[in-house]
């Protein structure tokens, strides 16, 4: 209720006794939708910091502010200089006038969708506006009601500029069931009440913190009357930090929510593939039947029909390749079966250590519940302890890179999505300690996992990187592939190379099941 109607017309008089004889000194921005205004009187300073963005609008007057020297654009030029007459409310409407000794004016228009500032150097000069896109702002100007209250069919329509908090008060006095002639009587109380309050109060209702006229909701503080500018004070602070924590813990809350949703769908991935190779005919047993039925497989034979001992001698076709020997078929079986042994225990663990991470992440959302309702501190201590970053996956918009984008853990993976998309990757936006992939031997992208400061790259997330590197290169359909990996610095291209080639001057190796982990089903 801080840029309501009732409250502006306590601010206004305030700010105009407070900016007698001060002039403005520095008029910018440094933020989006932020307009911060410097006043001085030659000897003390005064500031007004305006966030003017449609998601919600907040008027600050900070005892100090420290400009930063980047990413700080100055704004309003001819305001400057420009020394305070008056501070007026607009009457019925959300907007508080500045007039100048001069004749400027700067408006301030704090609507909740659509605020502006509106600059003119005297009357009937043209407008300056903040928001460029709000052309009609140009013609803003105060507007004086044509009807009276009695004339509404509805109390709460007379008065349009109650807002929402007043409407809440209202409704505690009865005035929803109350008859035409008592809600009638309640408004107009409760308009005596706002044009003539005793307090104000910073309230906590549905969930909000907000500065009411009116004792409304819970009320946490109460503050004197006689000092608006000081209620700001009090207010402001207090609502930006339940700002932050509030932003921040819905950022963390979806960090181990996606956490816990995508281990617990890899893990049943894994445990559906565990379960198929566990329950179909394995490469040893086949390689057995044709050793043992050597005698009767004829020389170029495309397939054979043996009895199955491992299945009541019960009959089965064995399809054979025409061109080699039943023997080299066999061989080719019998390694077929070692690697579908290694995948099966690489599945095992892997389902096991997927399934322990979605537990990890719904005991750590059990604890975030349990921490100290609206208090910033404790979240960020507790963020820090567990190495939850919810701003790591925002400092990195898929939408801006032109590689396949992964977020595990907090790290960052990149993929290549052909030969010239690989060169852009590795030559262009790796840094040299970032940590380089690729299926050994064959065609396929290059994987990047981008190094976190101070911070070693877990053995899960290499290891679902390397998976991307074997899935995306012709070694997808194979059981195992053999993934390189090394520090970027480790990599170069030499020249002449085609797009993609590159050497690498040291190298380990990781043994994987080809796969996309971060597929959901």
Not at 242 to 264: G, T
Not at 343 to 352: C, F, G, I
Request: some cysteine; aromatic content about 6%; charged content about 25%.
């Amino acid at each position: 209720m801080h840029t309501n109607h009732y409250f502006l017309r306590q601010l206004a008089p305030a700010l105009t006794q407070q900016l007698q004889g001060y002039r403005v000194a520095t008029c910018f921005s440094q933020e989006k939708d932020e307009l911060v205004i410097g006043l001085t009187n030659g000897h003390a300073e005064f500031w007004l910091k305006l966030t003017l963005a449609a998601a919600g609008t907040l008027i600050s007057v900070p005892e100090s502010f420290h400009r930063a020297r980047q990413n700080s654009v100055d704004l309003l030029p001819e305001l400057l200089g420009q020394e305070v007459a008056a501070v007026t409310a607009w009457p019925q409407d959300r907007v508080l006038q500045l007039t100048f000794r001069s004749g400027a004016t700067l408006v301030l228009k704090l609507y909740s969708t659509r605020p502006n500032a509106i600059f003119r150097t005297a009357p009937g000069a043209p407008a300056q506006l903040f928001h460029q896109r709000y052309l009609p702002d140009a013609e803003l100007a105060p507007t004086t009601p044509t009807t009276t209250p009695e004339q509404f069919a509805s109390p709460l329509k007379a008065y349009p500029s109650l807002g929402d908090l007043p409407v809440s008060y209202l409704r505690t006095q009865g005035y929803d069931t109350a008859p035409l002639e008592r809600k009638q009587q309640l408004v107009r109380q409760v308009v005596r009440e706002l044009e003539q309050p005793v307090a104000f109060y910073i309230v906590r209702l549905a969930g909000r913190t907000r500065l009411s006229l009116l004792p409304v909701g819970e009320v946490e503080l109460t503050l004197p009357i006689a000092d608006p500018i000081g209620a700001l004070r009090s207010f402001g602070p207090l609502l930006l930090n339940r700002r932050a924590y509030e932003a921040e813990l819905h950022q963390v809350r979806q960090l181990l929510e996606k956490r816990a949703e995508e281990a617990a769908t890899a893990a049943q991935h894994v445990r559906r593939r565990l379960h198929a190779l566990e329950h179909t005919v394995g490469y040893r047993q086949t390689a057995d039947l044709i050793m043992a039925h050597l005698s009767q497989i004829p020389a170029g034979a495309a397939q054979v029909e043996v009895l199955d001992f491992y299945q009541n001698d019960q009959p089965r076709l064995i399809k054979l390749k025409p061109t080699e020997t039943p023997q080299r078929t066999a061989q080719n079986l019998y390694r077929k079966a070692k690697n579908q042994q290694r995948e099966t225990q690489e599945l095992s663990a892997r389902a096991e250590r997927r399934e322990t991470e979605a537990l990890t992440a719904m005991e750590r959302l059990e604890e975030l519940a349990a921490l100290p309702s609206g208090e910033l501190r404790p979240l960020r201590q507790w963020r820090k302890q567990h190495a939850l970053d919810p701003t790591s996956a925002a400092k990195a918009n898929p939408q801006e890179l032109p590689f396949k984008v992964f977020e595990d853990s907090g790290f960052t993976i990149l993929v290549g999505r052909n030969a010239e998309n690989n060169d852009l990757l590795t030559q262009r936006y790796a840094h040299k300690d970032d940590l380089w992939l690729h299926a050994k031997d064959v065609t396929g992208s290059h994987v990047v996992i981008r190094q976190r400061a101070g911070q070693t790259i877990p053995a899960p997330v290499l290891e679902r990187a390397a998976q991307l590197a074997a899935w995306y290169s012709r070694r997808q359909n194979d059981s195992l592939c053999p993934v390189t990996y090394t520090p970027k610095k480790f990599v170069r291209k030499p020249r002449g190379a085609k797009p993609g080639q590159v050497l690498v001057e040291r190298e380990k190796v990781v043994l994987v099941v080809p796969a996309n982990p971060f597929e959901r089903e």
